[in-house]
């Protein structure tokens, strides 16, 4: 049973009222979506985004068209969930929190850049569409149905995340072979 029909099978079933099933939708896909949601939210918000976001689901679970589709519907709804509260936090900070570090190395050693620092460093849409292109490995148009954007929109998205790191792995490149 693949993942999809199994999903679908744990929808119905959730559906007609058997407690366990819906646990089983949450124990699947847990994982997979805290990890989308730190990617761009960060890690004090990832679990509150997905669990609010399950929450969500168990009160909607009638209104989910393809049951085999139960794990694109909670990408899509954390992705969007981790957007919002990324953006929400990003203008309840002070303004002196939003400047840059006078060394940006975050990383244990000279020459690594952790990939949450990186992530951090793009805004909510851009983390969002490089963690579903990088981690995930989905094409243009998978993303921009998780994400209801338009494949031209992701590549743009991903083009201004890409031009946002270069600088930043090229400056670490350099302090790298200076050392």
Same mark, same amino acid.
């Given at each position: 049973?693949?993942?999809?029909?199994?999903?679908?099978? +744990?929808?119905?079933?959730? /559906?007609?009222?058997?407690?366990? @099933?819906?646990?089983?939708?949450?124990?699947?896909?847990?994982?997979? +979506?805290?990890?989308?949601? /730190?990617?761009?939210?960060?890690?004090?918000?990832?679990?509150?985004?997905?669990?609010?976001?399950?929450?969500?689901?168990?009160?909607?679970?009638?209104? $989910?068209?393809?049951?085999?589709?139960? +794990? @694109?519907?909670?990408?899509?709804?954390?992705?969007? @969930? @981790?957007?919002?509260?990324?953006?929400?936090?990003? =203008?309840?900070? %002070? =303004?002196?929190?939003?400047?840059? %570090?006078?060394? %940006?190395? &975050?990383?244990?050693?000279?020459?690594?850049?952790?990939?949450?620092?990186?992530?951090?460093?793009?805004?909510?849409?851009?983390?969002? *569409?490089?963690? $579903?292109?990088? *981690?995930?490995?989905?094409?243009?148009?998978?993303?921009?149905?998780? +994400?209801?954007?338009? %494949?031209?929109?992701?590549?743009?998205?991903?083009?201004?995340?890409?031009?946002?790191?270069? &600088? =930043?792995?090229?400056?670490?490149?350099?302090?790298?072979?200076?050392?």
């Amino acid at each position: 049973m693949s993942g999809d029909e199994g999903d679908a099978e +744990l929808v119905a079933a959730a /559906r007609g009222g058997e407690n366990g @099933a819906f646990s089983a939708l949450v124990e699947r896909h847990w994982a997979r +979506l805290v990890a989308l949601a /730190r990617s761009i939210a960060g890690d004090g918000e990832a679990e509150d985004v997905v669990q609010e976001c399950f929450l969500t689901a168990w009160r909607k679970l009638g209104a $989910l068209r393809e049951p085999a589709a139960f +794990l @694109a519907w909670m990408q899509r709804a954390v992705a969007r @969930a @981790a957007v919002r509260r990324a953006r929400w936090r990003s =203008l309840a900070r %002070p =303004l002196g929190a939003i400047a840059e %570090p006078a060394d %940006p190395r &975050p990383g244990p050693s000279a020459g690594e850049w952790p990939v949450a620092a990186l992530l951090a460093r793009l805004a909510p849409r851009q983390r969002a *569409v490089m963690h $579903l292109t990088v *981690v995930e490995g989905m094409s243009d148009r998978e993303i921009g149905a998780r +994400l209801g954007i338009d %494949p031209a929109s992701v590549r743009a998205h991903r083009r201004r995340a890409r031009e946002r790191l270069r &600088p =930043l792995l090229a400056r670490e490149g350099a302090a790298a072979a200076r050392s």
